[in-house]
């Protein structure tokens, strides 16, 4: 018997790296997945056949652009009658890069906050009146060891993971009454395809982090059931850090 049975859980962002691990975690633990994906490429089609195999559901979502925010909220109730959980977890990461901040451009900029923290905010605008009905719900919001210790670089990428925290908070606070706790995951450095688009993983310095080691997608996944599960039925308008320790306050 599962943690999430009979839980129906969103995952954006869920073709690939954390998504993905996230996708196939909740999964396991019994609930049904709606695996969202921006587009649907050869890599992203093979996980949601797989996702498709336990039960699940996957579709092609812009989270930038409300109508399909809400087209997804709308399908995961057409198939499975609730929503409990969302997991917003897209985000302008791949690919983003290392450059001072006034090389940044304003495209690039606008597009980390569109996905980062416009897409959190509008999907967590979507699923609520489900979530509001049912008297209980469980948004958990991706945000980065980066905001607590920014390193060189990336003020986009950075920026919006701050914004995820705010986000977080303001949420808790307003949705507490409705029964929907709200709670952030601020992964350090974690060994997925986006990541290796930014640095090597080979090369990464693990003698700032006590537990001497990269990150891996499974490590984050656990942290993730909690805050989706009753077990956390009390913790909101947290950021919980999942690091190895790198960061230690």
């Known amino acids: ?25 909740l999964a396991k633990e019994g609930a049904k997945v709606v695996m969202a994906v921006h587009r649907l490429d050869e890599e992203a089609a093979k996980a949601a056949k797989e996702i498709e195999a336990k039960g699940g559901y996957a579709l092609e979502v812009d989270v930038t652009k409300e109508e399909d925010t809400q087209r997804m909220a709308e399908e995961a109730v057409k198939k499975f009658g609730r929503i409990d959980i969302l997991v917003n977890n897209a985000a302008f990461y791949y ?60 003020i986009n990428y950075i920026t919006s993971k701050a ?11 307003e949705l507490g009454q409705y029964g929907i706790c709200v709670n952030a995951v601020a992964p350090g450095f974690t060994d997925t395809p986006a990541s290796r688009t930014i640095g090597s993983i080979e090369k990464f310095d693990v003698s700032s982090i006590p537990l001497g080691r ?14 989706a599960s009753d077990d956390s039925d009390f913790v909101s308008g947290q950021t919980l850090l999942v690091d190895g320790a790198r960061r230690v306050n």
């Open 1 to 25: 018997m599962g943690r999430l049975d009979g839980k129906v859980a969103i995952v954006t962002g869920g073709g690939k790296g954390l998504g993905r691990a996230f996708c196939f975690g």
């Open 95 to 154: 690919g983003v890069g290392r450059k001072p901040f006034y090389e940044v451009t304003s495209e690039e900029w606008d597009r980390a906050l569109a996905v980062g923290a416009k897409g959190a905010w509008l999907c967590a605008r979507a699923v609520f009146p489900q979530m509001k009905k049912q008297g209980k719900g469980k948004i958990i919001n991706l945000s980065s060891e980066l905001v607590f210790a920014p390193s060189k670089g990336m």
């Open 163 to 173: 914004a995820v925290i705010g986000i977080t908070r303001v949420l808790a606070g």
């Open 214 to 227: 990269v990150g891996v997608p499974e490590d984050i996944v656990g942290s993730v059931i909690f805050f």
